[in-house]
Nanobody
Framework: QVQLVESGGGLVQAGDSLRLSCAAS????????AAWLRQAPGKEREFVAA????????NYADSVKGRFTISRDNARNTVYLQMNSLKPEDTAVYYC????????????????WGQGTQVTVSS
């Protein structure tokens, strides 16, 4: 079955940077919206960022504006999340998600989900 596979998580210090990647496996054609969401222990899953098919329109949660950048490489069918100035409160499992319909913009629902990658930011 189609899966989204995240990579790039890890343990970093506050102020460090990480870049997460999400690739469709097998390749998916026609993804309109790609997004990142995260879930911290004991908390509800929250929206982080979304991007449209052209890459020209993005949306970010207030908590990450100015620090995170979402981008996509359609030739590689891959979406990225560049995370700068990481804070301990960014610690969470990060999930990538995708939707085939523009009506999902920007908060979902999303049809495809990854398994998650752990990001831990120490103080």
């Amino acid at each position: 079955q189609v899966q989204l596979v995240e990579s790039g998580g890890g343990l970093v210090q506050a102020g460090d940077s990480l870049r997460l990647s999400c690739a469709a496996s097998p390749r998916i054609v026609g993804i309109y919206i790609a997004a990142w969401l995260r879930q911290a222990p004991g908390k509800e899953r929250e929206f982080v960022a979304a991007i449209t098919s052209s890459g020209s329109t993005t949306n970010y949660a207030d908590s990450v504006k100015g620090r995170f950048t979402i981008s996509r490489d359609n030739a590689r069918n891959t979406v990225y999340l560049q995370m700068n100035s990481l804070k301990p409160e960014d610690t969470a499992v990060y999930y990538c998600a995708a939707a085939l319909h523009g009506s999902a913009w920007p908060l979902g629902p999303y049809e495809y989900w990854g398994q998650g990658t752990q990001v831990t930011v120490s103080s």
